[in-house]
């Protein structure tokens, strides 16, 4: 089983850019998709970008498109989420989760998360 943990978050303003990071130990680190996931106060946790285990296949979630980039290096074992023009409604705690299958936006179908990293977009 794949152990996650994220980092890079942090407090920046309106039209700043984060970029987080994904670590991952143990498993085996190509069987898996990797997703983004995120959880406003008071809202449910919703799934923001994955890509697949070459690196080939994505999907965004329509807030991020054109803003959010995600890659992944295999050999280091990372994902990375390029996070660009951030707005506050991007705050959230952010989750990296990985999954075998099933649906990418789905968060049940994702095996192992990340304990998440506090974004918070504000002036």
């Known amino acids: 089983q794949v152990q996650l943990v994220e980092s890079g978050g942090g407090l920046v303003q309106p039209g700043d850019s984060l970029t987080l990071s994904c670590a991952a130990s143990?498993?085996?680190?190509?069987?898996?998709?990797i997703g983004w996931f995120r959880q406003a106060p008071g809202k449910e946790r919703e799934f923001v970008v994955d890509?697949?285990?070459?690196?080939?296949?994505?999907h965004f979630t329509d807030s991020v498109k054109g803003r959010f980039a995600i890659s992944r290096d295999n050999t280091k074992r990372t994902v990375t989420l390029q996070m660009n023009s951030l707005q506050p409604r991007d705050t959230a705690v952010y989750y990296c989760?990985?999954?075998?299958?099933?649906?990418?936006?789905?968060?049940?179908?994702?095996?192992?998360w990340g304990q998440g990293t506090q974004v918070t977009v504000s002036s």
């Open positions: 989760a990985a999954r075998r299958g099933g649906s990418y936006s789905v968060a049940r179908d994702y095996d192992a």
């Open positions: 143990g498993g085996t680190f190509t069987h898996y998709a």
């Open positions: 890509i697949g285990w070459l690196g080939r296949s994505n």
